[in-house]
């Protein structure tokens, strides 16, 4: 509604304009109020229905929160999954350090607890066996939107195991793409900047949390989808090519020895015809002599007439 008077002022407003613009049409007027009426209620319902929404959301992470745990009981029993997901996970690998792999190979657990007020934020917990490189059990981290910052559990370093300093002196591992200057795995976990803009929390809430499976199988999977196979396949087109060459070579030979078979049947051809054409020319000589003697009987009945 303001903005509709706002738009309706402006154009009563005589150094807003000259001419129809100080006539300013009621009826229009009437129309923007109607269309800014409207506006409201759909607005009021999408504030409504983004309300139900989180309510329908908590209700079923509530549902969803004993198949999560069971979830992680099973993974318990393979060894290093996930590390392997992380490591199969591009962005996170980019972030990676060999130490830091090594240290999230004692990760047995992976949790994401929204907070009550969905809005407000969450957190994501990561559960370590003991290991040499830290003396915490669970490492976690928390993002509060509408925060400036997020905060995190104070790692207690083993002494020397430090990795966030070891990640500052040492080069990215071999096909890393990450400049030295761009923070480590462990950097990220004792980041505290705005949690709005944190990727890797991000993708480890909506991505790997959901499913972490399929990042888990990523390498079995990308042979199913035929992605080795392709090499194979190449392999074989190759062949079919070198075989189609040997094959055209083959045929190019016959065909030499196929133009000395057709000089020979065009010889055959000139031969027949020149035999043709003497018996033609036979044909002609006997034609000849026929009406010779045609002419020679004609001419002696013409003279026994006269007697």
Known sequence: MASANKKAKELEDPGSGEGDARDYDVEIQKTLEEIDGCQNQIDGLNEKASDEILEVEKKYNKL????????????????????????????????????????LRFLNKLEVEEFEDIKSGYRINFYFDENPYFE??????????????????????KEGADLTKKAKTKAPLKGRKRPLKHRSFFDWFTDHGDPSSDEIAELIKDDM????????????IDVE????????????????????????????????????????????????????????DEDDGVNEEDDLLVDDEGDREEGEEPE
Do not use: M
């Open 209 to 220: 949390w959901p499913n972490p499976l399929q990042y888990y199988l990523a390498p079995d």
């Open 136 to 157: 915490n059990d669970v490492l976690t981290k928390e993002f509060h939107l509408g925060s400036s910052a997020s905060q995190s559990t104070s790692i207690r370093w």
């Open 64 to 103: 969803r929160k004993p198949y999560f745990q069971k979830r992680n009981d099973i993974i318990k029993r393979i060894p290093n999954f996930w590390v392997t997901a992380f490591v199969n996970n591009k962005e996170i690998a980019e972030i990676l350090e060999e130490d830091e792999e090594d240290a």
């Open 225 to 280: 989808n035929g992605i080795e196979g392709d090499g194979e396949e190449c392999e074989s087109e190759e062949d079919e090519d070198e075989e189609d060459g040997a094959d055209d070579g083959d045929e190019g030979g016959e065909g030499e020895e196929g133009d000395d078979s057709i000089v020979v049947v065009e010889d055959d051809v000139d031969e027949d015809d020149d035999e043709d054409e003497a018996v033609n």
